[in-house]
């Protein structure tokens, strides 16, 4: 639980247990369903999907950055950035379901820096208790 | 664009497929989603970006009316960070 990485073959999977298509085409159209997303945000769209969340584009104005190793001074031009809003009913459920199973997730630090999350369930009361821990 | 918006698109880009069926194939995709975040797993679409859940631990906040403390339970909340090809797609970089 609570460790594995949904990639786009786990989606059209679902798709393809959901309605009697090929492997082929359910692929196909869990690609054309993040594309014609994708296409909308790119035209400046705002994308709702109701009880999942919103994605909408915010515009960042130029601004000074520094490179935090040398200390120098770089402009950071004017970009668009995406920002994903999730709804109240995402919300509520990620933070039941995990707040009831108490799954704690870790943060761990990879070889090359980023941040990278893995997932561990913590031990019951009994099993804390036959270590000595609580 | 809502998703009744998007199920239309998809629809009209696959005329062989009845109008309901794309709606269940558009809301399979999302629910799928919402179950793997649902469980603490991460979703990570390659090109578009990767949805994960956070942890954030409790804290002592502030009602910003009354400024009063509150304790703000723990919690878990979604996530999205944007994948490099969408981020340049959305300041028009052409993809190579």
């Given amino acids: 639980m609570a460790n594995e990485t949904i990639t786009r073959a786990h989606l059209s999977n679902s798709v393809y247990q959901e309605v009697g298509l090929s492997r082929n085409e359910s692929t196909n159209l869990v690609e054309s369903v993040l594309d014609e997303i994708a296409a909308a945000l790119a035209r400046g769209e705002m994308v709702k999907i109701s009880s999942f969340g919103s994605f909408a584009v915010r515009k960042k104005q130029e601004r000074v950055g520094r490179n935090p190793k040398t200390g120098e001074e770089v402009p950071i031009a004017s970009r668009q950035v995406l920002v994903f809003r999730p709804s109240h009913v995402l919300k509520d459920r990620v933070n039941n379901y995990l707040t009831k199973f108490r799954v704690k997730l870790t943060k761990k630090r990879g070889a090359s820096g980023p941040l990278q999350k893995s997932a561990r369930i913590v031990p019951s009361a009994h099993t804390r208790n036959q270590r000595g821990l609580s | ?96």
């Fill in chain 2, 1 to 96: 664009m809502t998703k009744s918006e998007l199920i239309l698109r998809i629809a009209a880009l696959n005329p062989h497929l009845y109008h309901r069926d794309v709606e269940r194939i558009v809301t399979a995709i999302f629910d799928t989603m919402t179950e793997a975040l649902e469980r603490g797993d991460r979703v990570e679409l390659r090109g578009f970006g990767a949805f994960s859940v956070k942890y954030r631990e409790s804290r002592v906040g502030r009602n910003p009316r009354t400024g009063s403390n509150v304790v703000v339970e723990e919690k878990y909340v979604p996530f999205f960070k944007t994948g490099k090809d969408l981020r340049d797609r959305l300041n028009n970089f052409v993809k190579k």
